[in-house]
Each structure stands twice: as structure tokens, then as C-alpha cells.
């Protein structure tokens, strides 16, 4: 579903959407390594995240702990929701480049999120889509896909288990 269907679909209030993703988790993630060239070679490696609410639960921020096999670094989630328009927006803060990537927008429609944004790749502009998926109260997961043909095609090039630890 595109966003632009995602908000044509009558919502009352989705700022609890995250509610389930408030706490700590154990993160197992699987990244691919080459992005939209083709790669099928994958790297796996853990991490921590935490999540709290922010702003009266208008948001919720989570610092991660990602152990890349070069090397351990930090980044932070913002999301904040939007009541007018019952969006999300999630902004992603990688402390390897202390730069805020370009903002993904979005909501959960039956229980499963789904966000997009635009970016660069390699000079080349890109189409990202996020999802989130809960699982039970102690598992969930997420998942990243970039485009670069105007969404007719989709690489998933990493995604995230969450346990909660």
C-alpha cells in the first residue's frame, strides 16, 4: 500500500501505535551488504535498543547499540505522530555521520506499519519503506526497502528481530 492510500484510509488516533516498541530490547540484525547492485551477501550482528516516550506520548525516542562486525556505533530513532493528520514521522540520527537521514512518514493499518520517504543512494535518488511488524508482546520486527524505479520493484535490505529483554 502506498502512503498516499495509507492516509486516504480513515483513522481515529494512532499515537499508541509505538506503545508496544516502549522498553529494552536484544536486536538480531541481518543487513545486506551491497544495495540495489544485486549483492546476496548478507551480514548478521547484534545490538540493543531502548525506547521511551517523549513529548506527553506525542513521540518516543529509542538509542541503539549496533555491533557491526567493523565496529560498534550509536544511533537514535525520533518519531513523533502527528494528531492532525494522524501520521507518523520517524527520523534516524547515526552518530557515525551526526547527520538526521531525510524523514519517513507513515501509520499502522491493521496491526502492521508502514512508512516511506525519499533519499540518495550513490548520487541516484531512492524511494525507502520501513515496516513494522508485532509479533506478540515480546517480539517484533522491522524491515527496510529501497527502490529505485518508482516502487515497481523493492530490495529489502535489512531487517531487525526484536526481544525484549
Known sequence: ???EQAMATPILDGREDFDFFIGRWRVSHHRL????IGSTHWQDFGGTTETRKILSGLGNMDENVLELPAGTYEAVT?????PVRAVWTISWIDARQTAIDPPMIGRFIDGAG???GD??????AIRVRFRWF????????WEQAFSD?????????WTMAFERV
Open 134 to 141: 508485532v509479533d506478540d508482546a515480546d517480539h517484533c520486527r
Open 119 to 124: 533519499d540518495m543512494l550513490d548520487g541516484r
Open 78 to 82: 525520533v518519531r513523533l505522530f502527528d
Open 1 to 3: 500500500m502506498s502512503i
Open 149 to 157: 524505479d518508482g516502487e515497481t520493484s523493492w530490495e529489502t535490505n
Open 114 to 116: 508502514e512508512f516511506f
Open 33 to 36: 551488504v551491497g544495495r540495489l
